[in-house]
């Protein structure tokens, strides 16, 4: 059984930095697939981003490219995402999550495992 714990959340004025970290147990995640997703009171939960299993292939949603960045030490069995220049519109509860696959994907529905996730808040 594998477990995702998200650190690094927290309260940050806008224009501000947070890097969020995800360690995993359990697993090694080297062989898999990773995501970042966030979900804000009232909304769905939306990808905010997907690294591959070696760090080469990532992809982000077009509301954070530019500003985040994801990726990964596999040494340390821990992905990351790097927001810069945070909007008041990034507040949400961040989530990671493990895909049983090499290959990134955008979709919830294809990750099996979350973590607790974080609360980032940002203001105005």
């Known amino acids: 059984q594998v477990q995702l714990v998200e650190s690094g959340g927290g309260l940050v004025q806008a224009g501000g930095s947070l890097r969020l970290s995800c360690a995993a147990s359990?697993?090694?995640?080297?062989?898999?697939?990773m995501g970042w997703f966030r979900q804000a009171p009232g909304q769905e939960r939306e990808f905010v981003a997907t690294i591959s299993w070696s760090g080469g292939s990532s992809n982000l949603a077009d509301s954070v490219k530019g500003r985040f960045t994801i990726s990964r030490d596999n040494a340390k069995n821990t992905v990351y995402l790097q927001m810069n220049s945070l909007k008041p519109e990034d507040t949400a509860v961040y989530y990671c999550?493990?895909?049983?696959?090499?290959?990134?994907?955008?979709?919830?529905?294809?990750?099996?495992?979350w973590g607790q996730g974080t609360q980032v808040t940002v203001s105005s």
């Open positions: 999550a493990l895909q049983p696959g090499v290959g990134i994907s955008g979709y919830s529905g294809s990750y099996n495992y």
């Open positions: 359990g697993r090694t995640l080297s062989r898999y697939a």
